[in-house]
T-cell receptor
Framework: TQLLEQSPQFLSIQEGENLTVYCNSS?????LQWYRQEPGEGPVLLVT?????EVKKLKRLTFQFGDARKDSSLHITAAQTGDTGLYLC???????????????FGKGTHLIIQP | DTEVTQTPKHLVMGMTNKKSLKCEQH?????MYWYKQKAKKPPELMFV???????INESVPSRFSPECPNSSLLNLHLHALQPEDSALYLC?????????????FGDGTRLSIL
């Protein structure tokens, strides 16, 4: 079973603060993706990390893939109210034939940035 | 605006009704997916289509019946649903199968079963 444990599940902070969201698993993933979902909309891809130890930056967002490819983190610097949303980490579902079809998601982090 | 279009946006139906959810993409993607998302929960995979053939059925009850008429369209036929089936149903597509491919999601159909 490929489970992704995400923490924290809920986070409410003031604008301008920094935060980190964690995504952990006991399984090795070939890649991990981070999505952001706003109410009434579908998830939107933020980043895909593929290589162990990889760090990717997207403006104020920094994504890291663990060396062993079992964990990832999302760090937001100087959070803004527009960052409010549900952040989801996701990895490919592996099947017995070795193929990767579809995604398994972590439980998500509900992030609220207060003005 | 999302490149994956889902209709209708909202659907209310009784337990004896038959209805269909529709999903359309024109990005030339060859893999399409149905996910179910309950409130405050992450999406859960239901079905995967690859090159218009059903690739994965995640043990979904037969009251949900997927159909892929062509490479751009994906339908989900609903019959005799239960109240616990009320959820947001998300369609997604990707260029093809493979874990690194980004999935493009529609905005979903919010389904309520009376």
């Amino acid at each position: 079973t490929q489970l992704l444990e995400q923490s924290p599940q809920f986070l409410s902070i003031q604008e301008g603060e920094n935060l980190t969201v964690y995504c952990n698993s006991s399984s090795v993933f070939s890649s991990l993706q981070w999505y952001r979902q706003e109410p009434g909309e579908g998830p939107v891809l933020l980043v895909t990390v593929v290589t162990g130890g990889e760090v990717k930056k997207l403006k104020r967002l920094t994504f890291q893939f663990g060396d062993a490819r079992k964990d990832s983190s999302l760090h937001i610097t100087a959070a803004q109210t527009g960052d409010t949303g549900l952040y989801l980490c996701a990895g490919p579902l592996m099947y017995s034939g070795g193929g990767a079809d579809g995604l398994t998601f972590g439980k998500g982090t509900h992030l609220i940035i207060q003005p | 605006d999302t490149e994956v279009t889902q209709t209708p946006k909202h659907l209310v139906m009784g337990m004896t009704n038959k209805k269909s959810l529709k999903c359309e993409q024109h990005m030339g993607h060859r893999a399409m997916y149905w996910y179910k998302q309950k409130a405050k929960k992450p999406p859960e995979l239901m079905f995967v289509y690859s090159y218009e053939k059903l690739s994965i059925n995640e043990s979904v009850p037969s009251r949900f019946s997927p159909e892929c008429p062509n490479s751009s369209l994906l339908n989900l036929h609903l019959h005799a649903l239960q109240p616990e089936d009320s959820a947001l149903y998300l369609c997604a597509s990707s260029q093809d199968l493979g874990g690194t491919r980004p999935q493009h999601f529609g905005d979903g159909t919010r389904l309520s079963i009376l």
